[in-house]
Nanobody, 119 residues
């Protein structure tokens, strides 16, 4: 079973930056898309950003212009560059990788990394 592990979270002041990384325990093939979700206390998990196999990206309206998703084309995992962070960005951030296997789509998830934006 593939395991994903996020890193790069932490405590940052408003206006600061963090870069999240996602490492996979093995190379994942037949990738369709990958990205990042986040979940704040009391809220549902929400999509932050995703990138598909063609390089197309999708962002939540709340992070457009501040966050940038990219992918490691060798490791087949996503990065998330977060700039101008705000207190409302505080959440646990989860990476995922979506793939097709035997015609079915499934996702691998990381265990999450905490991002706290506070002065």
């Amino acid at each position: 079973q593939v395991q994903l592990v996020e890193s790069g979270g932490g405590l940052v002041q408003p206006g600061g930056s963090l870069r999240l990384s996602c490492a996979a325990s093995e190379n994942i093939r037949n990738i369709n898309d990958m990205g990042w979700y986040r979940q704040a206390p009391g809220n549902q998990r929400e999509l932050v950003a995703s990138i598909d196999s063609g390089g197309g990206t999708t962002y939540s309206d709340s992070v457009k212009g501040r966050f940038t998703i990219s992918r490691d084309n060798v490791k087949n995992t996503p990065y998330l560059q977060m700039n101008n962070l705000r207190p409302e960005d505080t959440a646990v951030y989860y990476c995922y990788v979506g793939r097709f296997l035997f015609g079915s789509y499934s996702r691998y998830w990381g265990q999450g990394t905490q991002v706290t934006v506070s002065s």
